[in-house]
């Protein structure tokens, strides 16, 4: 009995997933669109070798001799999959900007800890993920990288943000791991952009 009574008082936020929903319906249609110039050099010529020289790569310099092992490993997976099918290339790029709603709308309901203001975070993670300034990041393959990041960064400021709540609250083996998942976060920020770097220096100023 008392499961079910646990589970009656439990409440599910389905915000995050209305709000991806809806970011993904408005960027869909760029499904249709093909390859450009940018996505074929990028994508296509760099990972179409033979796999271990490809692998080999990526960890080495990266395509177009950027050092983002984490975003360049999700265009193999493309490869992978659809071998490069443009539809889901671009659908891939669009799962991963949607999946952003969630630490944006967590993030933002931190920062709004008032319980009367709690509609400002689903309506600035709503703009956020409508906004037209995504377009580019959301539709274009070669900018999954951005979306990787942005998707990383937002943990990394969220778990930060509670680990200085833990300290607050005297919770020193909470702080420790929120502090541990907030540097991996940061690390694969920076796998898929560099200037990740300035990801740690933001998260001290907000604090």
């Known amino acids: 009995m008392g499961i079910p009574k646990r589970l009656a008082h439990c409440r599910i936020?389905?915000?995050?997933?209305?709000?991806?929903?809806?970011?993904?319906?408005?960027m869909l249609p760029s499904l249709s669109n093909r390859f450009i110039y940018y996505d074929d050099i990028y994508i296509v010529e760099q990972f179409m070798g033979p796999w271990p020289d490809t692998l080999l790569n990526i960890f080495r310099r990266g395509a177009l001799y950027d050092f983002l092992p984490i975003a360049n490993l999700t265009?193999?997976?493309?490869?992978l999959v659809a071998d490069f099918a443009?539809?889901?290339t671009r659908l891939f790029t669009l799962v991963c900007y949607g999946l952003t709603a969630y630490p944006a709308y967590l993030f933002a309901q931190e920062l709004c800890r008032n319980e009367r203001h709690r509609f400002v975070a689903t309506l600035t993670t709503c703009i956020f993920m409508v906004h037209p300034l995504h377009c580019e990041v959301a539709c274009w393959s070669v900018s999954r990288k951005y979306v990787l990041f942005t998707f990383f960064a937002?943990?990394?400021?969220?778990?930060?943000?509670?680990?200085?709540?833990?300290?607050?609250?005297?919770?020193?083996?909470?702080?420790?791991?929120?502090?541990?998942?907030?540097?991996?976060?940061?690390?694969?920020?920076?796998?898929?952009?560099?200037?990740?770097?300035?990801?740690?220096?933001?998260?001290a100023a907000m604090l």
């Open 13 to 26: 936020d389905l915000k995050p997933a209305a709000l991806a929903l809806l970011g993904l319906l408005v």
């Open 75 to 79: 265009f193999l997976l493309d490869r």
């Open 154 to 203: 937002l943990w990394t400021f969220l778990l930060d943000l509670r680990a200085s709540e833990a300290q607050r609250t005297f919770q020193r083996q909470e702080q420790t791991h929120l502090r541990l998942a907030s540097i991996l976060m940061m690390l694969l920020a920076l796998g898929c952009q560099t200037f990740a770097l300035v990801v740690p220096f933001a998260s």
């Open 86 to 88: 443009p539809w889901f």
